[in-house]
């Protein structure tokens, strides 16, 4: 069975900037999740998706950061503009419902410089 | 909101010894998952154990959840068995997973 799929890998953009990053969940998952893991931190939930719609987007800062799910499988989070603290990895994850186990992709580590 | 506390932050061993990491917690929790994060940081899937003990090969971990920790055994340890390993948490009130700020774990040959 295919994993979360993550891309890109790393991602390197000045501040002001703007990136965007894509998900693909486990197939047949219906709740799909974005983590930020700030260096030396677990990683924070940003917003939670069950199928295309929003569970949860209380932690993300809605004046830079955006993400959509479309047709319930795919997902992109971008950042727009990018500051210096967004530097992180970004984490998708993904589970078959609200309360069963996640699983995570292998992450987008973004530099902003 | 509920807090997750992971001890000790750091531990250092020699290859083939045991360990214990603890996870508290501070309220009731419906999920609980137990990961290894590598050195790329991928985070692996050790164990799915809202209550009850299970075993996988050199790894086990029991919660009690009436008390509200988790203990995560490493016996034999191997290098391969560095990184940073998290405790995180699905409490009754959220449906967010909250994590703990790890034990970050260095085996030594």
């Known amino acids: 069975e295919a994993g979360v799929a993550q891309s890109p890998r790393y991602k390197i953009i000045e501040k002001r900037q703007s990136v965007a990053f894509w998900c693909n969940p486990i197939?047949?998952?219906?709740?799909l999740y974005w983590y930020q893991q700030i260096l030396g931190q677990g990683p924070k939930l940003l917003i939670q998706f069950q199928n295309n719609g929003v569970v949860d987007d209380s932690q993300l800062p809605k004046d830079r950061f955006s993400a959509e799910r479309l047709k319930g499988v795919d997902s992109t989070l971008k950042i727009q503009p990018a500051k210096l603290e967004d530097s992180a990895v970004y984490l998708c994850?993904?589970?078959?419902?609200?309360?069963?186990?996640?699983?995570f992709g292998p992450g987008t580590r973004l530099t902003v410089t | 909101g509920i807090q997750v506390e992971q001890s000790p932050p750091d531990l250092i061993l020699q290859e083939g010894a045991n360990s214990t990491l603890r996870c508290n917690f501070s309220?009731?929790?419906?999920?609980l998952q137990w990961f290894h994060q590598n050195p790329w940081g991928q985070l692996i899937n050790l164990f799915y154990?809202?209550?009850g003990t299970k075993q996988n090969g050199r790894l086990s971990a029991t919660t009690v959840a009436t008390e509200r920790y988790s203990l995560l055994y490493i016996s034999s340890s191997q290098t391969t068995d560095s990184g940073v390993y998290f405790c995180?948490?699905?409490?009754?009130?959220?449906?967010?997973?909250?994590f703990g700020a790890g034990t970050r774990l260095a085996v030594h040959p």
């Open positions: 994850a993904s589970s078959a419902g609200t309360r069963y186990e996640q699983y």
């Open positions: 197939s047949g998952h219906a709740t």
């Open positions: 154990i809202p209550s």
């Open positions: 995180a948490v699905l409490s009754g009130g959220y449906n967010k997973l909250i």
């Open positions: 309220d009731s929790v419906n999920n």
